[in-house]
Structures are given as structure tokens and as C-alpha cells.
């Protein structure tokens, strides 16, 4: 009990030390020991680092989840070390109900058939969102958050006992220099008007007592001096690991950035294939709604095609040999087709498309091609002219021109 109460003495002595030396600074009273240039440019790179890799740490967190209530709730799941739970992406979401509609509309009909093929994309997507939040979480936010939660809290608690250490130093300075001046005041004004023995006996003491002092303000400001640059030097070796961090981040940032392109990509892929299988179906479901409502089949199926002239109706003809008849036959082959003589229309890709087989034209998104309607076709077709090249081209990847 004894020594914890000394031992307590001795820290409050200390706090009060330091607090004076802090206080006094701040008012301009005091000197303050200051670190070379380099170490300087070592703390404020070491501070900028922090507070960048937390600001990019909290909007990737918003990037990867943007719903506040699930970070909350797993960021309490990792402080507990428990697992997170699994959670259903929105996109895994719209597939369920998308599924679940069509089974009540009915499967076989071009809505229900629709929202099937919509549906599996989207649960497509769901799961590349899932794997691409996994990837990222372990590649780029967890090497961010061991630096802050790891690194970072080693440093700051370094650069605490350094700032201790060099309000010890300055206060040993400010004592040493108060013993000097006092022993130097007692050495040069000595008690000379009294002539008894006593006062010189006591003028001697005094400045005995000073040089004491003296002695013992610079061993202690040896010793402090020592252990100052003992944890000037362990700082310094901390915050040269900085570089070394920035190594490691640049490699996670890399990592994330293969992610997140994969992860587009997939996207990507997933909605060309989907894109092409509506386009197939489209012509299936526009004859369905034809045989199951006779007022639609006097109705122009597509706005597209209605603006668009046709080619006067061609007469059915047997077939001749060496004659192509390709009206008769019900196989429309581009190129033995020849465009109307008035009601073309120039049209800009939108998309790229890659052709089918022979009958079918390749595109490039933002190329401007030739496009007319012919009689019999698919209304959500059209034939498309670039050059010497000829061929069928989807009307969804299109924007007609006037």
C-alpha cells in the first residue's frame, strides 16, 4: 500500500509537471524543443494518411453497402467477432418477385416467359454483386481498417509518449535554467553588511544548496535527454513505415480495381444476353398477342415500324428455278432484296450487335446506317444498309433519325 501511494505521488507530480510546462507554452512562458524538419514531414504524412484512408474506407463502406442500418448492423457483428449474416442482394430480391409473378401470370404467357428470363438475370446479377462485395471487402477494406485499428493505433501511441518525453525534457530545462540563475545570484551578491560569522556560514550554505540543485537538474535532464531520443527514434522508425503502407494500399487498390471491372463486366455480359433474348422473343410474343386478340392484327405492332415506310406489297409468285423468290419461300435473304426507291431512313447504333449468322448485319455503337421495313417482316426487325454490306438489324438497338 505503501509504494502504490508513493508511487501514486510520484505520477501526480509528474502530470503536474507536464501540465505546467503544456500551459506555459501555450502562453509563449516557456521553450519548447522542437523536431527536426524531416520528422515534421514525417507526422503530417503520417496524419494525411490516416485521415484519407479513413474518409476512402467509410465511402467504399457506402459504395459496397449503401444502406446505414446494415453497416451498422455489421460493423456491431464484427466488434462482437460474430459472423455476419448472410443478406439477399436487391438485385436476388427483384428475381424472387419477378419469378414468383410470373408463375401467377403464367409461365407460358410472353409476360410471364418475360419476367422468367428478366428474372435470372437479375439473379445473375444479385450474385456477381454478392461475390464482387466479398472480393472487395477482403482485398481493399480489411488491409484499411488493420491499418487504422492496428498500424495507426501503435503510432499514436508513440507520438503520445514522445510528447510526454519532451514536455519531461523542456521542464528539466526550465528547472535547470532557474537553478543556474539562483546559484549564480547567490555567488555574486553575497551578505556582506552583517559581520557576524553566522551570515557567511549561511551565504556559503545557500549556495552550496544551489549547486546541488544544478547537479541535479542536469542529471535529470541527462536522463531525459536519453529517453527522448530513445522514443524520437522508435517514432521516427513508425513513421517511416508509412511507405511501406503505401506499398500495401496501392497493391489492395490494384486488387480492388480487377474486382470491381470484373464485376462490370459480368454485368455487362449478363444484360447482352439478355438484351439478344428479348430481341428473339420479342417476334414470338408480337404473333401470340396477334392469334390471341384478332383487333391487335389491324393494328400497327410497333411505333418503329409504322413510321417507317414499307415497300409496296410483292405479288406471290410460284418459284423459278434460278429466280430467287424469297417472299414466296418465307426465307428473307438481304441480299436479294433491293431498297425501296423512296422511304429509307438513316438510323445511329446505339449498341454493339453482333450478328447471328448471314442474314443478320454486325454493328458498332454510334455508326449510322440505312434502315428500311419490308413486307412480311418481323415488325421488330428491320434491313440495314452500310456500304456494300446488307442484313437484318433489331430495331431495340436503334435510334431512328428523321
Request: glycine fraction near 4%.
Amino acid at each position: 500500500m505503501e509504494f502504490n501511494v508513493k508511487k501514486l505521488a510520484s505520477d501526480a507530480g509528474v502530470f503536474f509537471s507536464r501540465a505546467m510546462q503544456f500551459t506555459e507554452e501555450k502562453l509563449g512562458q516557456a521553450e519548447k524543443t522542437e523536431l527536426d524538419a524531416h520528422f515534421e514531414n514525417l507526422l503530417a504524412r503520417a496524419d494525411c494518411t490516416k485521415n484519407w484512408t479513413e474518409k476512402i474506407l467509410r465511402q467504399t463502406e457506402v459504395l459496397l453497402q449503401p444502406n446505414p442500418s446494415a453497416r451498422v448492423e455489421e460493423f456491431l457483428y464484427e466488434k462482437l467477432d460474430r459472423k455476419v449474416p448472410s443478406r439477399v442482394t436487391n438485385g436476388e430480391l427483384l428475381a424472387q418477385y419477378m419469378t414468383e409473378a410470373a408463375n401467377d401470370f403464367g409461365p407460358g404467357t410472353p409476360y410471364g416467359k418475360t419476367l422468367i428470363k428478366v428474372g435470372e438475370t437479375q439473379r445473375r446479377l444479385g450474385a456477381a454483386e454478392r461475390e464482387f462485395i466479398r472480393s472487395a471487402s477482403i482485398s481493399f477494406l480489411t488491409p484499411l481498417r488493420n491499418f487504422l485499428e492496428g498500424d495507426w493505433r501503435t503510432i499514436s501511441k508513440e507520438r503520445r509518449i514522445l510528447q510526454n518525453r519532451r514536455l519531461d525534457l523542456d521542464a528539466c530545462k526550465a528547472r535547470l535554467k532557474k537553478a543556474k540563475a539562483a546559484e549564480a545570484k547567490a555567488a555574486a551578491v553575497p551578505d556582506f553588511q552583517e559581520t557576524r560569522p553566522r551570515n557567511y556560514v549561511l551565504s556559503a550554505s545557500a549556495s552550496a544548496l544551489w549547486s546541488d540543485e544544478v547537479e541535479k537538474a542536469e542529471h535529470e535532464l541527462r536522463l531525459t535527454q536519453t529517453e527522448f531520443d530513445r522514443q524520437a527514434e522508435v517514432t521516427r522508425l513508425l513513421l517511416e513505415g508509412i511507405s511501406s503502407t503505401h506499398v500495401n494500399h496501392l497493391r489492395c487498390l490494384h486488387e480492388f480495381v480487377e474486382s470491381q471491372t470484373n464485376y462490370y463486366a459480368q454485368c455487362y455480359q449478363f444484360m447482352l444476353d439478355l438484351q439478344k433474348q428479348l430481341g428473339r422473343f420479342s417476334g414470338t410474343f408480337v404473333g401470340n398477342a396477334e392469334s390471341a386478340s384478332p383487333a391487335a392484327a389491324t393494328s400497327p405492332p410497333t411505333v418503329a415500324a409504322a413510321t417507317l415506310p414499307a415497300v409496296p406489297t410483292i405479288p406471290v409468285v410460284p418459284t423459278i428455278v434460278g429466280v430467287p423468290n424469297t417472299v414466296a419461300e418465307g426465307v428473307l435473304n438481304p441480299n436479294e432484296v433491293k431498297p425501296p426507291a423512296s422511304g429509307t431512313r438513316r438510323a445511329r447504333v446505339l449498341y454493339d450487335y453482333e450478328a447471328a449468322d448471314s442474314t443478320e448485319l454486325a454493328l458498332l455503337a454510334d455508326e449510322m446506317i440505312t434502315v428500311y421495313s419490308l413486307p412480311g417482316m418481323d415488325p421488330d426487325w428491320l434491313i440495314g444498309e452500310r456500304g456494300n454490306q446488307k442484313g437484318k438489324v433489331p430495331v431495340t438497338y436503334l435510334e431512328l433519325l428523321s
